[in-house]
């Protein structure tokens, strides 16, 4: 077993793995507007550990960025943050920016979903990695250039040199995709986050992006929270899984725990609208209707409304995050238990025919 020295104390590796990088605990998050005040994140809490991958999965609208952005303090004044997240032994909320700034892009980064807006387009992509640098380290300009070129080369990107003089423009989706991973282990952080990278790139592109960033992962060793709405990404890449609806976890566990033991009708529903090719049924499962108002949220459940188990009980109060049956495994359902067994989805989701599928 090796060790690793840290001060006077000697830790194995075995320790290290089980180090907690990032912390949250009962985040909320709201915006007032004109029309109310928007519950965007309501009470969520995990942890993850070095080296680990937790994936935040649900639609469009249900917190998932909201919840990443505050903790990298990159929300608009106006919005209003309760709870606490802490990264190793530092707080993250409620400090001043400047205090921040020094963990921000060093010790936590973050990989935005659209890199052709989040890089300048008025500066060469050699520039801009080593920006990254210089605003964290007191090395020279040509030390931090060469650390830029090398990281380029690390993601991928063929001609490093030549390629970082390039602008952001001159590069694919995908290579500007790499130049944002390069940028966000640039400083060998402690702690990655994720927010839908591959957004908007092909197939083949996705799959060399995502193992980049197993890649950097393991070279920085890194936590990582991944934050997507794709489940065939999360199967292939995430040790656990939570599961977003309405501004909260409504299912956490370990990634094969999720997939094949669900306890939440939510997550069966997810489960059961992606396309399976070896089926010979053409058809999926479809959840019916849409997301509640952030604003104005039912009583109760907040998937009530849409699930094919819901009954009255399920009206009178919101179910808390539960241990379920399995190890480990969390579900915000009062009948989690009548999932037990690894149902098929199509038992609880009615099927939608597909057009265009085998007959």
């Known amino acids: 077993m090796t060790s690793t020295e840290v001060g006077n104390a000697a830790v194995t590796s075995d320790a290290l793995d089980d180090e907690v990088m990032l912390r949250v605990e009962d985040l909320s998050v709201s915006f007032p507007t004109e029309d109310g005040v ?32 505050a903790l990298m303090g990159l929300l608009p004044k106006t919005a209003r943050i309760e709870g606490r997240a802490r990264y190793l032994d530092n707080d993250l909320l409620g ?6 700034r020094g963990f921000r892009g060093s010790k936590l980064a973050m990989i935005f979903q659209d890199p052709m807006t989040s890089l300048n387009p008025v500066y060469t992509i050699g520039k801009q990695l080593a920006e990254a640098v210089l605003a964290h380290h007191r090395i020279a300009p040509k030390v931090a250039m060469e650390r830029a070129i090398d990281m380029l080369d690390v ?50 592109v996705q799959a060399q992006i995502l193992e980049t960033l197993l890649e ?8 990582i929270v991944l934050i997507t709405h794709d489940l065939g990404v999360v199967a292939g890449m995430a040790d656990r899984v939570g599961v977003m609806y309405a501004g909260r976890f409504v299912e956490t566990g370990d990634v094969n725990e999720i997939f094949h033991a669900t306890r939440m009708p939510y997550t069966a529903g997810l489960l059961g609208s992606i396309p399976d090719l070896d089926s010979e049924v053409a058809e999926l499962t479809p959840i019916e209707g849409a997301p509640p108002s ?30 379920t049956d399995r190890p480990g495994h969390f579900s915000a359902c009062k009948f989690s238990h009548e999932l037990e067994g690894n149902q098929d989805t199509s038992e609880i989701f009615k099927p939608a025919s597909v057009s265009g599928g085998a007959s």
């Open 38 to 69: 928007v519950q965007a994140v309501r009470g969520v809490s995990y942890e993850v550990k070095r080296g680990e991958v937790f994936a935040v999965v649900g639609e469009s609208g249900c917190g998932k960025s909201v919840s990443s952005m």
């Open 294 to 323: 952030l604003i104005n949220p039912p009583e109760g459940c907040k998937f009530m409304v849409r699930c094919p188990m819901a009954r009255p009980a399920c009206g009178e109060s919101e179910p808390p995050l539960a241990p």
């Open 155 to 204: 993601v991928g990107i063929p001609q490093a040199r030549k390629r970082a003089k390039s602008y952001p423009h001159e590069f694919s989706g995908g290579m500007r995709q790499r130049v944002m991973i390069a940028m966000a282990i640039i400083n060998n952080p402690d702690v990655i986050i994720a927010d839908e990278p591959t957004t908007a790139l092909d197939v083949t």
């Open 216 to 223: 950097a992962k393991e070279r920085v060793g890194a936590a």
């Open 95 to 100: 400090r001043p920016d400047r205090e921040v």
